[in-house]
């Protein structure tokens, strides 16, 4: 559960997953992105290296995909480095 969102309509689903990502957000309290603004790295060091504040691309944990109620891939951020 993020963010009071259920991600697994099942227990024994496997949908959505923690994964290290770079995520472009115009601000940093933002607690959810649309999936065509998260690329997904294989680990935190990677996401760090391609990481650009200056340019708004931060390094993060975030879960997801998930669908959104509007029918909108969405990730959740867990966290922002």
């Given at each position: 559960m993020v963010h009071?969102?259920?991600l697994d309509p099942h227990p024994r689903a496997n949908f959505a997953k923690e994964q290290?990502?770079?995520v472009r957000i115009p601000r940093i309290k933002r607690d959810r992105v649309p999936a065509t603004s998260v690329e997904i790295v294989e680990d935190l060091d990677i996401a760090i290296q391609q990481?650009?504040?200056d340019?708004?691309?931060y390094a993060a944990k975030v879960v997801g995909p998930a669908r959104s109620s509007?029918?909108?891939m969405l990730y959740y951020?867990?966290?922002l480095y």
């Open positions: 009071g969102y259920s290290f990502a770079v990481a650009n504040p340019k708004q691309f509007e029918g909108t951020i867990i966290e």
